[in-house]
């Protein structure tokens, strides 16, 4: 099963790869037909579709700086209006949350300003060591496209920030146990078990998103419930690393708090001391 996925996910990075902007759109199915018409999961489909809609959403900023976020319509909002997602239930499930949660990727989130800086610093290390103008001026060319690539990720990180903030007084009103559990069902799971970044990812949005108490709920329910229990007998060795790497992450921004003496922790030191020792 996982040969099979990694194949599989490797085939459609290659398409994409290949098939960029209009070649992708007249050689593969269109969003709608494939949640619609062929069943496919969400995992899949917005893996095939989400870097694409993605560079067309900053096109249009890019075209659209000045207008209010609320006027604009974007190409993202237009494709899914058509998507009815017939497998999911959104009875206990906001479906804002849901597409948004599926529609933004690690990049979206996550922002290290050390990556950028070390590759900086090892390029410019190299053009102190050159005599050639020429290999200076290619290697000058290359610190340029970092920096400008970091203003491009910080720029998308702020954007997405400032989004989810907004998003999230909608979100956390009604937000019960229901929900939470067609969270994980919907969301949280099928992408933590899809590839290590995807895990990853599931760990900061509900980190970055829920205020402490929500994101306590979150994580409780999938450890006090009867799914990480499932979860841990049905997985394949991949899908048991991706979790993994999901429960590494979470808990490692949990016990940071703790350590901090956050207030926000305080009212939970009882139960994350149980879920350690249960």
Not at 23 to 28: A, I, Q, R, T
Not at 49 to 77: L, P, V
Not at 212 to 221: G, H, V
Request: aromatic share 14%; hydrophobic share 40%; net charge negative.
């Amino acid at each position: 099963c996982d040969e099979m996925n990694t194949l599989l996910w490797s085939f459609i990075e290659l398409v994409k790869f290949c098939c960029e902007d209009q070649k992708l759109v007249d050689n593969v199915f269109s969003f709608e037909e494939l949640t619609d018409k062929f069943y496919v999961s969400a995992p899949w489909v917005f893996n095939i579709w989400r870097d694409y809609i993605d560079q067309k959403e900053n096109e249009k900023d890019d075209e659209m700086s000045n207008a209010s976020s609320s006027d604009i319509i974007t190409t993202f909002d237009k494709v899914m209006e058509k998507a009815t997602f017939r497998d999911i239930d959104f009875t206990h499930l906001s479906r804002d949350l849901f597409i948004t949660f599926w529609k933004l990727s690690l990049y979206d989130i996550h922002l290290d300003k050390k990556v950028y800086d070390e590759c900086k610093e090892k390029l410019e290390a190299l053009e102190r060591k050159e005599a050639s103008s020429r290999k200076k001026n290619s290697i000058s060319h290359k610190i340029k496209k970092v920096l400008v690539s970091f203003i491009s990720h910080q720029r998308a990180f702020n954007h997405t920030k400032t989004m989810l903030l907004e998003k999230r007084k909608i979100w956390l009103e009604g937000f019960d146990s229901e929900e939470v559990k067609a969270l994980l069902q919907y969301a949280i799971i099928p992408r933590i078990l899809f590839t290590p970044s995807d895990a990853i990812y599931s760990a900061l949005f509900i980190l970055q998103t829920f205020e402490f108490k929500e994101t306590f709920n979150i994580f409780n329910t999938l450890i006090t419930s009867n799914i990480l229990e499932t979860l841990l007998f049905s997985c394949t060795s991949a899908e048991a690393g991706n979790l993994g790497m999901f429960f590494f992450t979470i808990i490692e921004s949990i016990e940071k708090k703790r350590n901090e003496n956050d207030e926000t922790v305080t009212p939970y030191k009882r139960e994350l001391y149980e879920w350690q020792y249960s």
